[in-house]
Structures are given as structure tokens and as C-alpha cells.
């Protein structure tokens, strides 16, 4: 079986121009990780919003401190988020 194409660049399929008002989706990955990091975003802010609060001296600067609340924001991610929590 031979194919042969009038213009350079035609699919066998119907042209080289997807139809019009579909878009091209080239695959799953990119949807995914924005929607993990729309899921992750309110757990970066507090995150934040704790760095902030130790350098402006409303919390204090410990170590110790700065474990506790990362272990209890870090349990409170992925019992919210399950496998898409982050995993380190």
C-alpha cells in the first residue's frame, strides 16, 4: 500500500490543521503538576506566612519551633491531599 499526500505536510487523517474550536492537548503531565500546585498552594502560604511571622519576632526563632510546625503543617498536607502531597 502506498500513501501519497497532495500538499507537504498533510496527515493521512484529514489535513494538517486540527479542526476548528478543538485544541491540541499534547499530554497529561502539565495538567497534572498545575493542578498539584494549585492543591499545594494554601500550604506554601502558611509556610509563608510562618517565615514572615519570625522575622517580624511574633514567633520565635527556634529550630525546634520551626520542626514542630513543619511536621504538623507537613501531616496536615497529606492527610488533606493524600498521594498528591509532597513527599520528601
Known sequence: MVITYNKAGQS?????KPPAGLTQFSGFAPLASAAKALLRAP??????????AVRAGLSERSLLASAKFERKLGALERA???????RV
Open 43 to 52: 500550604f506554601d502560604a502558611m509556610r509563608e506566612q510562618y517565615a514572615h
Open 12 to 16: 493521512p487523517v484529514g489535513g494538517s
Open 80 to 86: 488533606t491531599l493524600g498521594p498528591w502531597a509532597r
